[in-house]
């Protein structure tokens, strides 16, 4: 297959848009894997994603009109449907077959909207990540939309290592800097499709954007959090928060426990820039919506630190894209899951190749 590039691995799902940013027939125009897409809803309900380039004469289409799910190129008024077939050329009656633009798969989940860049025949929608508290009515969150000027392995590689907690979030989400030094993970567990890691702080304060939003802010807590990192930039946080001291490390179902799930989805606009979509949830207090909000809040801020430190190490990177890296223990996740994106991305090539 021609769009095979070895950079992207194109047979994949990917966060393209939230639900919320299709509302009221708006036009989301954004670059996915260094494609210019439109995505929009059609008065049907129908999301559509196409090639924002109008056929005729480039004019981006998300500057165009919608009808009902068909959209009208606003520059000579072409009409396209959502297949991306034209089926209207003002004053012209004859409509070469040929005269179309690229028509993209998508799915919504989860109140986003899944795109797939690669061979259309191959976009099977059950490959699409299966993360059950994002559906789930008891657990209450607010997603949000980051962007980031770096590739998006750099930001893999930042939620590969807890550790960086300690350092970069230490009065958001980390708490202290102790968590680098005492807490060790458990175990990496490798996957086929990523790596699993789990850490655990026990007899620990409640870190910051925790103690925001329980009463019970100075009990000290035991704190366990299991990352999961999916090809092909997935990440699934469960993350807990029992009273200190009453087993939970043993499996002990301990009254006051809280507990988070998050899930990131790291989606490259370009090689150098990616698009970051979030969703923390949590399972208490459902009642107050205040606990959302200001979640929503804390881990704004904490993004904001990683955003800051990962877009000047692209920077740097930039300058010189040899300089040695040199690995230490906590990698492993990281070059395990950078070893398996070349994998898999040197496997597509071979595919494309033998196709
Ligand atoms: S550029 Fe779209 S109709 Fe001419
Ligand atoms: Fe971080």
């Not at 789990?198 to 009990?219: F, G, Q, S």
């Not at 399972?283 to 909000?293: F, G, M, S």
Request: some cysteine.
């Amino acid at each position: 297959m021609k769009d095979v590039d070895g950079i992207f691995l194109r047979n994949s799902w990917y966060v393209a848009a939230l639900g919320q940013e299709l509302i009221d027939g708006h036009k989301v125009a954004r670059t996915i894997l260094e494609r210019p897409v439109v995505i929009y809803r059609g008065t049907s309900g129908r999301v559509v994603a196409l090639d924002d380039r109008c056929c005729h004469r480039a004019a981006p289409l998300s500057m165009g009109r919608i009808e009902g799910d068909d959209i009208r190129c606003m520059y000579h008024g072409m009409k396209f449907e959502p297949g991306g077939k034209c089926i209207q050329i003002p004053g012209q009656d004859a409509i070469p077959a040929k005269l179309g633009v690229r028509s993209y798969p998508v799915v919504e989940r989860y109140n986003m909207v899944f795109i797939w860049t690669g061979d259309p025949e191959k976009a099977d929608p059950s490959l699409i990540v299966d993360y059950p508290p994002l559906a789930d009515p008891s657990w209450r969150g607010l997603p949000g939309y980051m962007h980031y000027k770096a590739n998006w392995l750099l930001i893999v590689d930042n939620l590969s290592d807890f550790a960086h907690l300690a350092f970069v979030h230490t009065n958001t989400l980390g708490g202290s800097e102790e968590y680098a030094y005492k807490t060790k993970p458990v175990a990496i567990e490798k996957l086929d499709d990523g790596f699993r890691v789990e850490r655990w702080h026990l007899d620990a304060d409640p870190p910051p954007y925790h103690r925001k939003v329980i009463p019970n802010k100075t009990d000290r807590i035991d704190r366990r959090n299991i990352g999961r990192m999916l090809i092909p930039g997935i990440f699934l946080l469960d993350s807990m928060f029992a009273p200190a001291g009453q087993g939970a490390e043993k499996g002990v179902a301990v009254p006051g426990t809280r507990q988070y799930r998050n899930a990131q989805f790291m989606t490259p606009e370009t090689r150098s820039s990616t698009h970051f979509f979030w969703n923390y949830l949590h399972d208490y207090d459902l009642d107050n919506p205040n606990i959302a909000i200001s979640l929503r809040h804390s881990l704004e801020e904490g993004f904001n630190e990683d955003k800051d430190i990962i877009e000047a190490q692209q920077r740097v990177l930039d300058e010189d894209p040899n300089y040695p890296l040199l690995a230490i223990g906590a990698d492993a996740p990281l070059t395990y899951f950078r070893w398996l994106m070349a994998r898999k991305l040197e496997a597509e090539k071979t595919a494309a190749r033998a196709a």
